[in-house]
């Protein structure tokens, strides 16, 4: 293992000086939101952009939206996908899902649930004139037809053994209210059949959610009449907010933000941590500056140092061991920063300058893991720059694939995988991804293959894939994330392990 380059343990020493002044940060406003019994205060990292449903794919918009809106399908607590708003789901062909919705439930607006609000939403989010940000999750879906009032079939355009998967990212909404609304209201406003309701949106301030009166499902019906949701972007301040009573839960803080709280709980996430390269980039064309780039950052050392006890290694992937198609057989890239400078010099690389983009909220101690990357990366003899951004443009960056939009040189991202399956994170940022920077044709072809298997024809076919892309360093794994929450005194929470943030499962003591 490499000595960690002098940048690291200057940025800890930065990292630890906050950790014991935190109580003397600056709080957001003076205002304390957490001392009324029956609302709840949540610091998350960074504003949702959009409620715009199609573009909610975020975990930050997720966080508001997977409370008001719900979906066809839910994963159960042993793993398994069961019906939700679906009472019930069989394929009965092989392009062709049929969903018995359940009877009685009712938008906040109190238009019915029906196979019309199924087909509607589908029709939404495929209009060919709209683009959506979120496609990649839903993408083998063609067409939604209404059997009758409670049953409605799903046809995807090839075999998708997965899509009760693929569904618990498809939020179904009002129809009459859909077809009526504007994108740009939609946008700000959501009706769903959710424990809550959207009660207002102060951009730049807070959410306000309300619990549902009338909210289904009577087993798990809100208990906290109030949900109020700020976006704070620095760690430390969401955990001091928790200390000094402004908020009852602290999103995704570091162990040692959390270790002042009066309680903390763990989430064992899906997340993958990785940073994916630009191919069309004149250097980065090269394989061997890309591979110089897997052996320049020393994953396990940065692991230790910044993430000890919440990270593990992703051997080559960005995905977690519990997703389906992992491949145990591939290990870590191998830290040799001898060997990367090599590759760089002769390459003709050295000297030549990149940029590396890091959203400053993404995770805990992102800035010393950015500042680290670009020590480790700068010792091949390449040049880079570091770009910290906010939420806003790091997402439009994030995004940005079509003809003449901009395309970073490196970007540092975290995604999660609530499809427990390979499918899902490759499908977005391998092949000719939605997210992809690689634009591999060829590699598309196989992922097209393995998409229609299932049980170990699939699972052959996606560690194969995985094994194919080792080599070819379009994207490198750093390492998957479990988060920490910190929580008030009165907080009792357990966040679920496949990323959804359910406020009606929160409890506040009176």
Same mark, same amino acid.
């Given at each position: 293992?490499?000595?960690?380059?002098?940048?690291?343990?200057?940025? #800890?020493?930065?990292?630890?000086?906050?950790?014991?002044?935190?109580?003397?940060?600056?709080?957001?406003?003076?205002?304390?939101?957490?001392?009324?019994?029956?609302?709840?205060?949540?610091?998350?990292? &960074?504003?949702?952009?959009?409620?715009?449903?199609?573009?909610?794919?975020?975990?930050?918009?997720?966080?508001?939206?997977?409370?008001?809106?719900?979906?066809?399908?839910?994963?159960?607590?042993?793993?398994?996908? @069961? *019906?939700?708003?679906?009472?019930?789901?069989?394929? /009965?062909?092989?392009?062709?899902?049929?969903?018995?919705?359940?009877?009685?439930?009712?938008?906040?607006?109190?238009?019915?649930?029906?196979?019309? &609000?199924?087909?509607?939403?589908?029709?939404?989010?495929?209009?060919?004139?709209?683009?959506?940000?979120?496609?990649?999750?839903?993408?083998?879906?063609?067409?939604?037809?209404?059997?009758?009032?409670?049953?409605?079939?799903?046809?995807?355009?090839?075999?998708?053994? /997965?899509?009760?998967?693929?569904?618990?990212?498809?939020?179904?909404?009002?129809?009459?209210?859909?077809?009526?609304?504007? %994108?740009?209201?939609?946008?700000?406003?959501?009706?769903?059949?959710?424990?809550?309701?959207?009660?207002?949106?102060?951009?730049?301030? =807070?959410?306000?959610?309300?619990?549902?009166?009338?909210?289904?499902?009577?087993?798990? !019906?809100?208990?906290?009449?109030?949900?109020?949701?700020?976006?704070?972007?620095?760690?430390?301040?969401?955990?001091?907010?928790? !200390?000094?009573?402004?908020?009852?839960?602290?999103?995704?803080?570091?162990?040692?933000?959390?270790?002042?709280?009066?309680?903390?709980?763990?989430? =064992?996430?899906?997340?993958?941590?990785?940073?994916?390269?630009?191919?069309? +980039?004149?250097?980065?064309?090269? @394989?061997?500056?890309?591979?110089?780039?897997?052996?320049?950052?020393?994953?396990?050392?940065?692991?230790?140092?910044?993430?000890?006890?919440?990270? /593990?290694?992703?051997?080559?992937?960005?995905?977690?061991?519990?997703?389906? *198609?992992?491949?145990?057989?591939?290990?870590?890239?191998?830290?040799?920063?001898?060997? &990367? $400078?090599? #590759?760089?010099?002769?390459? *003709?690389?050295?000297?030549?300058?990149?940029?590396?983009?890091?959203?400053?909220?993404?995770?805990? +101690?992102?800035?010393?893991?950015?500042?680290?990357?670009?020590?480790?990366?700068?010792?091949?003899?390449? $040049? @880079?720059?570091?770009?910290?951004?906010?939420?806003?443009?790091?997402? %439009?960056?994030?995004?940005?694939?079509?003809?003449?939009?901009?395309?970073?040189?490196?970007?540092?991202?975290?995604?999660?995988?609530?499809?427990?399956?390979?499918?899902?994170?490759?499908?977005?940022?391998?092949?000719?991804?939605?997210?992809? =920077?690689?634009?591999?044709?060829?590699?598309?072809?196989?992922?097209?293959?393995?998409?229609?298997?299932?049980?170990?024809?699939?699972?052959? &076919?996606?560690?194969?894939?995985?094994?194919?892309?080792?080599?070819?360093?379009?994207?490198?794994?750093?390492?998957?994330?479990?988060?920490? =929450?910190?929580?008030?005194?009165?907080?009792?929470?357990?966040?679920?392990? %496949? *990323?959804?943030?359910?406020?009606?499962?929160?409890?506040?003591?009176?």
């Amino acid at each position: 293992m490499m000595k960690m380059k002098p940048i690291l343990p200057s940025c #800890l020493a930065v990292t630890l000086s906050v950790f014991a002044g935190i109580s003397a940060l600056p709080l957001a406003t003076g205002t304390v939101y957490a001392q009324t019994a029956a609302a709840l205060t949540v610091a998350i990292g &960074a504003e949702p952009a959009t409620m715009l449903p199609r573009d909610a794919c975020r975990y930050e918009t997720n966080f508001v939206t997977d409370n008001i809106y719900e979906r066809l399908t839910q994963r159960a607590a042993d793993g398994s996908v @069961v *019906g939700w708003l679906a009472e019930s789901f069989q394929q /009965t062909d092989k392009v062709t899902w049929r969903f018995k919705l359940r009877p009685g439930i009712k938008f906040s607006n109190g238009e019915a649930l029906d196979a019309t &609000a199924v087909a509607e939403t589908i029709k939404y989010y495929f209009d060919p004139k709209m683009s959506s940000r979120c496609r990649g999750d839903y993408s083998t879906i063609e067409s939604a037809t209404k059997i009758d009032d409670m049953t409605v079939d799903i046809k995807t355009m090839s075999p998708d053994p /997965t899509l009760p998967s693929r569904l618990l990212k498809l939020y179904i909404m009002a129809p009459k209210w859909l077809t009526s609304t504007s %994108d740009e209201a939609t946008a700000t406003s959501a009706i769903g059949t959710g424990p809550y309701t959207l009660s207002e949106w102060v951009k730049g301030s =807070h959410i306000t959610l309300k619990a549902n009166p009338n909210y289904w499902d009577g087993k798990n !019906r809100p208990t906290i009449e109030q949900v109020r949701i700020v976006s704070r972007s620095e760690a430390a301040v969401r955990a001091a907010m928790v !200390r000094a009573g402004e908020a009852d839960i602290a999103v995704n803080i570091s162990q040692e933000q959390a270790k002042p709280l009066p309680k903390s709980v763990a989430e =064992h996430t899906t997340e993958a941590v990785f940073l994916r390269l630009n191919v069309k +980039n004149p250097v980065l064309a090269d @394989v061997n500056v890309r591979k110089a780039i897997s052996q320049a950052i020393d994953t396990a050392t940065i692991r230790q140092a910044l993430y000890p006890g919440v990270s /593990t290694p992703l051997n080559g992937q960005i995905i977690r061991p519990s997703a389906l *198609g992992f491949n145990p057989d591939l290990k870590e890239y191998p830290s040799n920063p001898a060997e &990367a $400078k090599n #590759l760089v010099s002769t390459a *003709g690389a050295t000297g030549k300058q990149l940029k590396l983009i890091v959203r400053t909220d993404l995770i805990p +101690n992102v800035s010393e893991l950015a500042e680290a990357m670009q020590g480790m990366l700068q010792e091949t003899g390449l $040049k @880079v720059t570091l770009v910290p951004m906010e939420a806003g443009p790091w997402r %439009d960056l994030l995004f940005a694939n079509k003809e003449g939009q901009e395309r970073t040189d490196m970007i540092i991202i975290s995604a999660s995988n609530i499809q427990f399956d390979t499918s899902r994170v490759m499908n977005f940022y391998y092949g000719t991804g939605q997210f992809s =920077h690689s634009d591999d044709v060829a590699f598309q072809a196989g992922m097209d293959k393995a998409a229609v298997l299932s049980g170990s024809e699939r699972v052959t &076919a996606y560690r194969s894939l995985w094994a194919d892309a080792y080599g070819k360093y379009w994207v490198i794994p750093i390492f998957g994330i479990d988060y920490i =929450h910190g929580l008030s005194a009165r907080t009792t929470w357990t966040p679920r392990d %496949d *990323g959804f943030v359910y406020f009606n499962t929160v409890k506040l003591s009176r």
